[in-house]
């Protein structure tokens, strides 16, 4: 994220910083479904197939549970607007097998129903 770019949210009223602590928060509850690490999850770098599949729920849950655009999930998560938009319609398309629509509907209810503050330092 560009100096510029950050500036510009702060001037928008968001803080660039709330959003990745509340995609760290996601990243958890990812990373407690799945048995990966958020470390694993959150990693820069191309990532063994489980954790990039744990990565695109993780960006497809804070895209339906906060109802953020593909941006802002994108900035939150350190990625490109293309890259969230490409998790989120792969992770759609799988919500046909029946067991893992089951498991995001499971993890899309525990984000709804936290605080709205949850993830924010005590």
Known sequence: MTAQTYDELLEAGRDPRKDRLAAGFVTSLVAMSTGISP???AARTRARADAA????IAMYLTHVAFAWPMARVAAAFGRDRTTASHACHRIEDLRDDAAFDARLTEMEACLRQAPADAWAPA
Do not use: H, K, L, V
């Open 39 to 41: 470390r694993e999850i």
């Open 53 to 56: 599949r744990a990565r695109q």
